[in-house]
């Protein structure tokens, strides 16, 4: 529980910068306006809009917002505070079997462009898999960057998991290959992989990502099969883009948004959900191995909203 709170507290001030970009103008419109008008919803939306919670998803919840204020017959505006919290939180589900593949034998694909954390993402899930008592191995099907194989080889040593690794330049579905039949020797749980992150030439990443597929299909085809995308907090909308682009070269079960602390572009991740329809399953705000967590779009919005959940001063 203490580490909970402890993330809590890192999620509350790692969200700092969104929460001035967001909360403290809609605090002012609440305290600044004496009706519920048209020029009260316009000021909410373009403050949400500006905080990377984007155009679409923004008109959602200003449009939950007015029924739930028609319901309930809402007149003051500092009365609609905990309503909008509620609209957003709304944009933000994740289905009870969001992580199914920890009570599998899975193959976990870790996908996205270069730069935005994916291979420590790789570091970081492995070594809290292995801290549940889970087998895990790794799989450095990044090929195209020599460091991306080291990096991944350190994060194996300070995780305590196998890793299976060719040279640079290897074929990245052959390391797959001979990671399936080494998580099937050794009979791991889980088999967490890296892969390259060139988006600048899709034709290759999407023939890529079907070879790997294909090698998947045939060697493990009873496998639970989670593909989870890497994306960087601190893009905001771009990284909307992003995951639109690699949808279209795989099937997209889950979203990892890293970078989360220190950006004030923290709404994307209400964006991404809303917009995709794909959950935001973990969030990281450090570089610390707990520092990448489970998703909680209740405990997020609490925490850009810095609202005080009492249960948790207990």
């Given amino acids: 529980?203490?580490?909970?709170?402890?993330?809590?507290?890192?999620?509350?001030?790692?969200?700092?910068?969104?929460?001035?970009?967001?909360?403290?103008?809609?605090?002012?419109?609440?305290?600044?306006?004496?009706?519920?008008?048209?020029?009260?919803?316009?000021?909410?939306?373009?403050?949400?809009?500006?905080?990377?919670?984007?155009?679409?998803?923004?008109?959602?919840?200003?449009?939950?917002?007015?029924?739930?204020?028609?319901?309930?017959?809402?007149?003051?505006?500092?009365?609609?505070?905990?309503?909008?919290?509620?609209?957003?939180?709304?944009?933000?589900?994740?289905?009870?079997?969001?992580?199914?593949?920890?009570?599998?034998?899975?193959?976990?694909?870790?996908?996205?462009?270069?730069?935005?954390?994916?291979?420590?993402?790789?570091?970081?899930?492995?070594?809290?898999?292995?801290?549940?008592?889970?087998?895990?191995?790794?799989a450095a099907a990044d090929t195209f960057r020599a460091a991306a194989i080291e990096q991944l080889t350190e994060w194996s040593n300070r995780a305590g998991v196998d890793i299976i690794a060719q040279h640079e330049g290897a074929?990245?579905?052959?390391?797959?290959?001979?990671?399936?039949?080494?998580?099937?020797?050794?009979?791991?749980?889980?088999?967490?992989?890296?892969?390259a992150g060139r988006l600048h030439n899709k034709k290759n990443l999407m023939e890529e990502l079907k070879k790997i597929d294909r090698v998947i299909d045939r060697e493990y085809p009873d496998v639970y099969r989670e593909n989870l995308i890497v994306l960087d907090g601190t893009t905001g909308q771009n990284a909307l883009v992003q995951a639109k682009q690699f949808m279209e070269c795989a099937d997209i079960t889950g979203i990892i948004l890293t970078k989360l602390d220190g950006t004030a572009k923290g709404g994307i991740a209400i964006a991404i959900q809303s917009e995709l329809g794909i959950p935001v399953k973990y969030i990281g705000v450090g570089e610390k191995i707990e520092d990448l967590q489970k998703f909680n779009a209740d405990e997020f919005v609490d925490a850009l909203f810095n609202v005080e959940n009492n249960n948790e001063e207990e």
């Fill in 1 to 138: 529980m203490s580490e909970k709170k402890g993330f809590f507290k890192r999620l509350v001030s790692g969200l700092s910068k969104t929460r001035e970009n967001i909360v403290s103008g809609i605090d002012s419109i609440f305290s600044g306006f004496s009706s519920i008008d048209d020029d009260f919803y316009e000021e909410i939306e373009e403050i949400l809009i500006m905080g990377d919670i984007g155009v679409s998803t923004t008109t959602k919840i200003i449009e939950n917002l007015k029924e739930k204020v028609k319901e309930n017959k809402i007149k003051e505006p500092a009365a609609c505070k905990q309503f909008l919290i509620d609209s957003i939180k709304e944009q933000m589900t994740i289905k009870e079997n969001a992580y199914e593949f920890e009570n599998q034998k899975s193959i976990v694909l870790l996908i996205g462009v270069n730069g935005v954390g994916k291979t420590t993402s790789v570091g970081k899930l492995a070594g809290q898999l292995k801290g549940q008592g889970k087998k895990v191995i790794m």
């Fill in 171 to 195: 074929d990245p579905a052959a390391v797959i290959f001979d990671a399936i039949q080494a998580s099937k020797s050794r009979k791991a749980d889980v088999l967490l992989c890296d892969t």
